[in-house]
């Protein structure tokens, strides 16, 4: 009795030792993840980012989602579309954007805009274009781009080929 005791659990101590070996797998692909860089997403939904300069409202944007992306370079995009109403120094409303697309580089402090680009002023004054990038460190030309943008005004319609440049006002 005394042999047979330790036989059975060596015996069973191996069979549970095998079946934990067989059953065992691992996917190399969920390997490899285990160890790859994981960009971190903060979200946020129905956004309003007021921007102000010397306590005044200089802009307001609105968008439904917003994402800020961790990566080595950060960004903030607005993948389902944005709206900016800019202000004067009265606090009216003297011009609005919309995109359907936009992405802030946070070091640059530049907004990539593109997509049904679309500004308006209170003249009436529409420009068009497919992209269109807001610098608000270029005071006076803050919008520019290097695509053919489209004007509409209540006289005209221009149509520029090799982009253009324009105050936040639109002027």
Request: net charge neutral; aromatic share 12%.
């Amino acid at each position: 009795m005394w042999v047979s005791l330790p036989y059975k659990l060596l015996r069973a101590a191996v069979i549970t030792g095998c079946l934990f070996l067989v059953s065992c797998e691992n996917d190399e692909g969920d390997v490899k993840n285990l160890f790859a860089k994981k960009v971190g997403v903060e979200e946020a939904k129905n956004v309003v980012i007021t921007f102000t300069t010397g306590g005044k409202t200089k802009a307001i944007l609105t968008s439904p989602l917003m994402l800020r992306v961790q990566d080595t370079v950060s960004y903030i995009e607005f993948p389902k579309t944005l709206a900016v109403d800019f202000y004067n120094d009265s606090g009216v409303v003297e011009s609005n954007m919309t995109a359907l697309y936009a992405r802030y580089k946070e070091s640059q402090n530049i907004v990539f805009l593109r997509d049904s680009v679309v500004i308006k002023n209170t003249k009436g004054e529409t420009l068009k274009t497919d992209e269109m990038y807001w610098d608000r460190s270029r005071t006076g030309w803050e919008f520019y781009t290097a695509r053919p943008v489209r004007i509409h005004t209540l006289m005209q319609q221009i149509y520029g080929a090799y982009g253009m440049e324009a105050s936040q006002d639109f002027k």
